[in-house]
């Protein structure tokens, strides 16, 4: 049996380009507010089973929240038609259905009501929610005085004691402490245990993946995915990649153009360069790195990678000089500049006799398996002899994301894998 049933719905928003400023302006002047029609959700349709736990995850601004307040009746569509069965309760903003004046204890007492409890329940409940909350020492304040943490610990507690047959939460649980988080997803499971239907906004995909047996992907106001945790969040994460990269191509272009403006445009080695140096640049520039392109091993241009995808780093120069010899090296750093690896063409025995006047070419730094941990890594070339006088150094000039599927933490990921023996 279907707890909730969404059918054909159209939720628009007005987005006024213009308003009257008075009211006066409004009736003498007949001057109307200009607005324009925003589609937040376009003819979506979803039913969720009695007992199913139920994530929503897209980019921001998809209309996940527009779709969890049409559920719990604070907003109402333009067309289509919803259906919620049985006692719901739902944490959407942080503080909403809480006056700022009244005391913890005071809102519990409210926001109880409101969810459908008897005085006489609410008191039978009240130091089991105060319990959850770990805010005994503050349950007589007021919550205005309350940081945003403490909000959301007194609004799940109360959310969850009612013991709805269907809970909706909006993203509220990422400003709980660590502790707390995991207390939450403790309850959650425990409450998916006994049957509660569970909807659950979060860009905490590595939450979703556990805790959830379905997870839909909204895009621009329609479902693009519905279907097992992994497999819509590993269609989410490249695509989140895939828009990732344009930016990033997009961004490395407009500082490429400021780059070449500024570098010298004759077409021949000028003494000068050996004195230029810039604090991401320096070297004699006898032999010049013209070009560092990023891509996949299908030659597909990219600056945003998974964890342990391939990567080629092309190195384009050109020789000004003779030179004997030459080193190709690259390195990674964090954006807080820890070293995460370096090495170069001498260090790895791959050896470049040498470079004439005007040569052109590349060198290709190939790894199959980009093995490091989420985040935003800063790329260094440069191209020196062998005894390390710099040619052109690009320090950390370059820069590459990497997401990661799993939640490990640190930089690099090691293979590893886990056992265990009893004695
Ligand atoms: N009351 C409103 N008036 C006008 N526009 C609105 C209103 N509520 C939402 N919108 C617009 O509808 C779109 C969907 O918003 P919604 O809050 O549902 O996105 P979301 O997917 O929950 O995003 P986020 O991940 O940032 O929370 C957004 O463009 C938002 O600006």
């Known amino acids: ?34 607005y324009q029609e925003f589609c937040a959700l376009n003819n979506v349709s979803l039913n969720i089973e009695k007992g199913q736990t139920v994530g929503f995850i897209g980019r921001n601004g998809s209309g996940k929240s527009t779709l969890l307040k049409l559920l719990t009746g604070i907003l109402y569509p333009d ?18 259905g809480f006056h700022p ?11 109880a009501a409101i969810l459908g409890l008897t005085k006489k329940e609410i008191k039978k409940k009240l130091d089991q929610i105060i319990m959850f909350s770990e805010l005994k020492g503050y349950i007589d304040n007021p919550v205005r005085n309350y940081s945003s943490g ?9 959310a969850i004691m009612v013991e709805p047959e269907v809970l909706l939460i909006d993203e509220v649980l990422a400003v709980g402490d660590a502790a707390f988080q995991q207390k939450c997803m403790d309850q959650l499971r425990n409450m998916k ?44 994460l490249e695509y989140l990649a895939i828009e990732e990269d344009k930016r990033l191509i997009e961004e490395a272009g407009e500082v490429n ?19 230029q140096h810039d604090e991401q ?45 030459p080193v190709f090296g690259i390195a990674i750093h964090t954006l807080e500049h820890v070293h995460c690896y370096g090495t170069n063409t001498q260090i790895d025995y791959y050896k470049i006799d040498e470079l ?68």
């Open 281 to 325: 640049r320096w070297g004699n520039r006898k032999v010049e790195i013209t070009d560092v392109i990023l891509e996949d091993f299908n030659g597909k241009k990219k600056m945003s990678f998974l964890s342990g995808d391939e990567l080629l780093i092309r190195i384009h120069y050109k020789s000004w000089g003779f030179v004997e010899n």
């Open 150 to 158: 403490m909000y959301m610990r007194l609004a799940f507690s109360v």
């Open 193 to 236: 245990q006994k049957g509660t239907t569970i909807v659950f906004v979060s860009h905490d995909l590595g939450a979703m993946e556990k805790l959830c047996d379905r997870v839909v992907w909204i895009n621009k106001g329609k479902i693009v995915e519905d279907d097992k945790p992994k497999k819509v969040i590993d269609k989410y």
């Open 101 to 111: 004046d009244f005391t913890g204890r005071e809102n519990i007492f409210m926001n």
């Open 356 to 423: 004439s006047v005007n040569d052109v070419g590349e060198v290709y730094f190939k790894i199959p398996q980009l093995n490091l941990c989420g985040g935003t890594y800063l790329l260094t070339v440069a191209i020196h002899d062998e005894n390390g006088l710099q040619y052109d150094f690009h320090d950390k000039k370059y820069s590459f994301k990497v997401t990661s599927l799993s939640n490990e933490v640190g930089i690099v990921k090691i293979d590893h894998h886990w056992d265990r023996s009893e004695f």
């Open 79 to 96: 067309s289509g038609q919803i259906r919620v069965s049985g006692k719901v309760s739902s944490l959407l903003e942080l503080g909403a």
């Open 257 to 275: 153009k400021q780059i070449e403006v500024k570098q010298d445009s004759s077409d021949s080695f000028d003494t000068n360069k050996e004195n």
């Open 1 to 34: 049996m279907d707890a909730i049933s969404i059918s054909n719905v159209t939720k628009t928003f007005k987005i006024f380009t213009e308003r009257s400023s008075t009211l006066k302006d409004r009736i003498v002047k007949g001057r109307k507010n200009k």
